[in-house]
């Protein structure tokens, strides 16, 4: 069985050193994974160890797509068939993180719950339904950074949350070693929500298939 | 000099190193490129990451409350 860890645009430079880690060509991808005979132990040792792994291949590659924990396929032929399909959009994402990072915001604050609307006609139903798909996508509490940051994120990835007190998760895309601006640049409150930003990490958030 | 540490759990976990956990948890079992439809993972395990996860969460909402701390 194989266990897919990253996918990247070719094999890391000769400082990348770790004999469990092997790279299969599929088409122009070269895909990192290791050899196993069952899926890999789900606990904050193995977790840990595998964040560590993929830091090692992206310190030592421009470009990487980190697999999501737990990728196990048969062989190289199902590792083929399962990738052909996503070939382009992997290689359009691997465009986008080359030579970049992923740092995390989280937005804490107590939610307001807006008022119910009930629509009358169909055109109003689908009006508020539009509101709600745009508002799931953007992150109001954060506009008054939106200047300060413009020049440091390439790209954004949003995930709001609902009824707890994280609202938002915002995953930015920033340069390699813009780490420290992007931290500087991010205040620990903004009009009353509370903010936390951490990283860099390797850029999971833009993988695709992962919801923007 | 003494430096100052976390005053709670959460707090811990959402400041410094431990920030690190909540997104080593968060990046690798939400995101990442997924090579199978569905991931060959124990399912209880799985929610019991999860449920922790939400814990965190929660103990930073009583943590922090709504105008933040600073």
């Known amino acids: 069985v194989i266990d897919v860890y990253a996918v990247l645009e070719r094999p890391p430079r000769r400082d990348f050193r770790d004999d469990s880690v092997r790279f299969v060509k599929v088409g122009a991808l070269a895909v990192a994974c290791g050899d196993t005979e069952r899926a890999p132990e789900l606990s904050e040792a193995t977790l840990r160890a595998r964040d560590r792994l993929v830091r090692e291949l992206a310190a030592s590659c421009d470009a990487i797509l980190p697999a999501r924990f737990g990728s196990l396929v048969a062989d190289e032929a199902e590792l083929a068939e399962k990738l052909a399909p996503l070939s382009a959009e992997l290689a359009k994402a691997l465009d986008l993180v080359r030579g970049r990072e992923q740092m995390t915001l989280r937005v804490f604050g107590s939610a307001v719950v807006a008022a119910p609307t009930r629509a009358t006609t169909g055109t109003e139903y689908l009006a508020e339904r539009a509101r709600a798909a745009t508002a799931a996508r953007s992150v109001a509490e954060i506009a008054p950074l939106r200047a300060r940051l413009a020049p440091l994120v390439f790209a954004e990835r949003v995930e709001r949350h609902e009824g707890i007190a994280l609202r938002a998760t915002v995953h930015h895309l920033v340069a390699r070693g813009g780490s420290a601006a992007y931290l500087a640049a991010i205040p620990g409150t903004v009009e009353g929500f509370t903010l936390r930003a951490s990283g860099p990490q390797p850029p999971y958030a833009f993988a695709p298939g992962v919801p923007a | ?70």
Request: one cysteine or more; charged letters at 25%; glycine letters at 8%.
């Open chain 2, 1 to 70: 000099m003494k430096e100052e540490l976390p005053d709670t759990p959460a707090e811990q976990i959402l400041e410094t190193a431990d920030a690190t956990l909540l997104d080593i948890v968060d990046n690798l079992l939400n995101r990442g490129v997924m090579v199978n439809g569905e991931l060959v993972l124990g399912v209880a395990k799985v929610d019991l990451v999860y449920l922790r996860l939400s814990l965190l969460l929660c103990a930073a909402d009583r943590a922090f409350g709504a105008q933040g701390r600073d």
